[in-house]
C-alpha cells in the first residue's frame, strides 16, 4: 500500500470535499475544480476519477474526469480516459468532446482514436448500433461529423441520409408514425420495444392504451426520469395508467439500475399526489441505503441553537440516512445548551419528522453536551456526527468533554462535522490543539449531495477511503493489455 506524508493526505482529503460537496452544475464551472485538483496532485486525480465512475453520482463529474484523462500528458491517464468513454452513452461521449473542445482547446489523436472506436463497436452489432442511434441520434451525428469519422453504410443511411433499411428500428419508428389506430401503435411499440422519448416524438397523441404500451417497456429508472412527461399527458389521471407507474415504482426499490441521485431530482421536480410522492421516497431510501452499512455506533448531535432551524432539517434527514443502513446503536441528541434525545420508530424520513416534530431552535450553543450525556450514562460510541455552524459559547465544551470521554470510556470517536449556514473552523479548530482529527462536510443547500456522506460513516476514516481511491488501478487500453 502506497504511503501518504501528512501534506499529501491534506491535498487529497480537500481534493474529495471538494468533490463530495459540490452540486450538479455546467461543465464549465466543474471543470475549474477539476483543473485545482490536477494542480494539486495529479496522480492522485488519476486514481480518484476511476474511483467516482463506480461510485460517484454526477454525471458533469463523470464526463469532466473523462475529458481531462483523455487530455491529459500522462500516458496512463489517455488510456484510463480511452477505456472509460467506451462505458459511456452518447450523449456523455459528446459531452466529452464538446468540453474537450471547449474547455481543453484540444481533442488528441488518442481521444478520436477513442471515439472511432467507440463508434466502430456499436456498428459492428446492427442491434446495440439501432438502439444508440435511436436514443442518441442528435450526438451520434455530432461524433461523426465533429471527429470527421466516415460512417458505416448502415450508419450513414439511419443517420445522415434517413432512409433506414427495413430491419432497423428506426424504419419501425417510421412506420409506427403511419399507424392508423392506437391498438396499431400500441402493439408496435411493444413488439419493437420503441423507448418512451421516441414514440413521445413520433405520435401526436398519447391514448391510456399506447401509454399502459410504453410504460410496460420502460425499465423503472426510464419511469422515474419521466415522471413530468407522463403526468403531463394525462398518465396520473388515467387510473390503469397510474396504477402501472406505481408498480414501476415498487420494482424501482430491487432494481440495481436505479440511482438515488435521479429519483430524488425526480421527487423534486414533479408535483405528484401523496401516494406517489411517498412511493418515490421510499424508492429514493432504498437506494440510497443499498449495500452500505454502519458497523460502528453513532452518535448524531444536531444544533438546535438560535438561528440553526437548517441543522434541524438537515438533522432529520442525516438520522434517516444513518438508521437505514445502521446495523450498531445509533444515538440521536438535539442541542442547546441541553442535550434533546431523539428517537424514532423506524428509519424512515416521515418517522424522524414525527420525532423531531417539537424539536425548535432557540438558546445558546453547547455543542459538548451530548457527548457529555453519552459518558455520564457511559454509552461507547466509534463515531459522532456533529451538524452545527460550529459556534459554541457555553460549557460543556466539546473538546473539553470529549478528552474526559476519552479517558472515562476508554475510546477515541472519530468526529464529523457537518457544517450548516455561515459556519465557522471554531470547533475543528479546537479539536486540532488537542490532537483529534476531525472530518468535515460542508452543506451547501443541496439534499442530493446527503448520500456523499454513506462512504465517509462505513470506512473506519477518511484516510482510508483516500487509501482505497489510491490503491484502485488505472484501467488500461484492450489493445495495449495484450501487447
Not at 461524433?143 to 432512409?163: E, Q, T
Not at 457527548?371 to 473538546?399: G, W, Y
Request: net charge positive; with cysteine.
Amino acid at each position: 500500500m502506497t504511503r501518504m506524508t501528512n501534506t499529501e493526505r491534506d491535498l487529497r482529503l480537500d481534493m474529495l470535499n471538494s468533490l463530495l460537496t459540490t452540486p450538479h452544475r455546467k461543465l464549465g464551472d466543474v471543470g475549474a475544480l477539476h483543473d485545482q485538483m490536477i494542480g494539486q496532485d495529479p496522480l492522485f486525480y488519476g486514481h480518484l476519477a476511476v474511483w467516482y465512475q463506480r461510485h460517484g453520482v454526477v454525471r458533469d463529474h463523470k464526463e469532466v474526469f473523462v475529458g481531462n484523462l483523455l487530455t491529459s500528458d500522462l500516458p496512463a491517464h489517455r488510456d484510463a480516459g480511452f477505456v472509460l468513454l467506451q462505458e459511456l452513452p452518447p450523449y456523455q461521449v459528446a459531452r466529452v468532446v464538446d468540453f474537450m473542445k471547449r474547455h481543453k482547446g484540444k481533442v488528441p489523436r488518442s481521444a478520436r482514436t477513442a471515439v472511432r472506436q467507440y463508434l466502430r463497436r456499436r456498428e459492428a452489432d446492427p442491434v446495440f448500433f439501432d438502439r444508440a442511434a435511436l436514443r442518441g441520434r442528435k450526438a451520434m451525428k455530432r461524433l461523426y461529423a465533429g471527429l470527421h469519422v466516415k460512417p458505416s453504410v448502415r450508419a450513414d443511411a439511419i443517420l445522415f441520409k434517413n432512409d433506414p433499411p427495413e430491419d432497423s428500428l428506426a424504419f419501425k419508428v417510421k412506420l409506427l408514425a403511419r399507424a392508423a389506430t392506437p391498438v396499431d401503435q400500441a402493439q408496435m411499440i411493444v413488439a419493437h420495444q420503441i423507448p418512451y422519448t421516441v414514440a413521445v416524438g413520433t405520435l401526436k397523441k398519447l391514448t391510456p392504451a399506447v401509454l399502459v404500451a410504453l410504460i410496460d417497456a420502460m425499465t423503472p429508472q426510464e419511469v422515474i426520469n419521466s415522471l413530468k412527461s407522463l403526468k403531463a399527458r394525462g398518465a396520473m389521471a388515467h387510473p390503469d395508467v397510474k396504477a402501472l407507474i406505481d408498480e414501476k415504482l415498487e420494482q424501482a426499490q430491487h432494481d440495481k439500475r436505479v440511482a438515488a441521485f435521479k429519483t430524488r431530482v425526480a421527487a423534486d421536480v414533479v408535483d405528484l399526489d401523496a401516494g406517489t410522492a411517498e412511493r418515490l421516497a421510499q424508492v429514493a431510501d432504498a437506494k440510497v441505503k443499498q449495500g452500505a452499512r454502519i458497523t460502528r455506533p453513532t452518535a448524531l448531535l444536531v444544533d438546535k441553537s438560535g438561528s440553526m432551524t437548517q441543522a434541524i432539517e438537515l438533522g432529520k434527514r442525516i438520522a434517516a440516512l444513518v438508521s437505514g443502513i445502521a446495523e450498531a446503536e445509533l444515538h440521536v441528541f438535539a442541542f442547546d445548551t441541553l442535550p434533546y434525545p431523539v428517537q424514532a420508530s423506524g428509519a424512515d424520513l416521515s418517522q424522524w419528522e414525527r420525532a423531531f416534530k417539537h424539536i425548535r431552535a432557540g438558546g445558546a450553543t453547547s455543542i459538548g453536551c451530548g457527548l457529555e450525556a453519552l459518558r455520564l450514562k457511559k454509552i461507547a460510541v466509534e463515531q459522532v456526527i456533529i451538524v452545527t455552524d460550529e459556534q459554541e459559547n457555553h460549557s460543556p465544551f466539546f473538546a473539553d468533554v470529549y478528552q474526559a470521554y476519552q479517558r472515562d470510556l476508554k475510546v477515541a470517536p472519530n468526529v464529523l462535522i457537518v457544517k450548516v449556514g455561515h459556519a465557522s473552523a471554531y470547533l475543528e479548530n479546537r479539536l486540532r490543539m488537542i490532537q483529534v482529527p476531525a472530518e468535515t462536510f460542508t452543506f451547501a443547500g443541496d439534499y442530493y449531495a446527503l448520500p456523499n456522506l454513506i462512504p465517509l460513516l462505513t470506512r473506519p476514516s477518511r484516510l482510508e477511503l483516500l487509501m482505497e481511491i489510491l490503491d484502485l488501478p488505472l484501467p488500461v487500453r484492450p489493445d495495449k493489455a495484450a501487447a
